[in-house]
């Protein structure tokens, strides 16, 4: 016959550290030192302390799943006396001021938030070897306003070609260009014209470089920061695309004061995570052209659509604007219909 078990059937083993539930408290961490990111790389962090000491992190459960990223302003607790073998932890973030993303392509609802607090996005661009991609360029302007980031565009291998198409398409727009080329002294040193142009341009700053692989961005970034030791690379002869020489965005030390913010090489740079209404606020003169002669809700589509753009241009470079706005704008659309 089957036996009916009540209450006094079970057996309950104590529990030998006590019955008082889990608290969901947290310490507060008033001792926590504040830093800011200058590395990640596979789950450690590295963190640059207000006393200038290097330390290696890793994210506390605190933080949840927020992501740290280069330019992070944190707190750190535990052993920060970046000895090696030693590691501490990042108990806070705090709130960012800005942040650089950018999408894989205008289809992708994944951004990446490539660095947070910085106050410059440098385009680096080469005249020939390879050439010079205006849509990028134009990508890379309106992910900068977005972001609230003075832009600067440096133009290398100035020797190759001339500037002044790409200065006159963009000075106009409030960006500084900055050409640069290679030379090399009787003595056989290799020397950079332009460089200690743009050193002057990014003292004491956060500056963030981008370009595509092969521009000469991290041969940039070792004439303004010796130490850096930043491997470099060419140009392949078949596909004319550079090679990635940099696999990770790292933050060097300028001599002097501020920061570089050196990237891998970029191929594409989708703006999905943009609102479209930025795109031509990224172009000053075309949107004051645009608040000026356009009807109320236009899109800028087209003439035939009712915008009035294409009656306010009236130079190559102002049509070559309004050109890339309206592509800028058909891939965001595309990019929302997918």
Known sequence: MRREYDESDAR???????????????????????????????????????????????????????????????????????????????????????????????????????????????????????????????????????????????????????????????????VTVIETAMRTEPDGTRVIDGAERLRTEILDTTSVFVGYSGVGKSTLVNALAPLADRATGGVNDVTGRGRHTSSSAIAIELPGGGWIVDTPGVRSFGLAHVDPEHFIAAFPDVAEAAAERCPRGCMHESAEAGCELDAWASTPDQHARVDSIRRLLASRAQADAW
Do not use: W
């Open 12 to 174: 309950v083993r104590p529990n030998r550290r006590g019955s008082r539930p889990r608290s969901k408290r947290r310490p507060a961490h008033d001792d926590a030192v504040a830093g800011v990111v200058i590395g990640v790389d596979r789950g450690r962090i590295a963190v640059r302390l207000g006393d200038g000491q290097d330390v290696t992190a890793v994210k506390a459960r605190e933080l949840g799943r927020r992501g740290l990223v280069i330019g992070d302003r944190v707190s750190v607790v535990g052993d920060t006396s970046g000895s090696d073998g030693t590691l501490a932890r990042i108990v806070r973030r705090d709130e960012r001021d800005n942040s650089l993303r950018r999408t894989a392509d205008d289809a992708e609802t994944a951004e990446k938030v490539i660095v947070a607090n910085a106050q410059q996005l440098a385009i680096v661009t080469a005249l020939q070897d390879p050439e010079p991609n205006p849509r990028m360029i134009d990508r890379c302007l309106v992910a900068a306003f977005d972001a609230r980031m003075r832009a600067i565009l440096v133009l290398t291998k100035a020797d190759l070609d001339s500037a002044d198409p790409l200065r006159a398409a963009y000075e106009p727009l409030g």
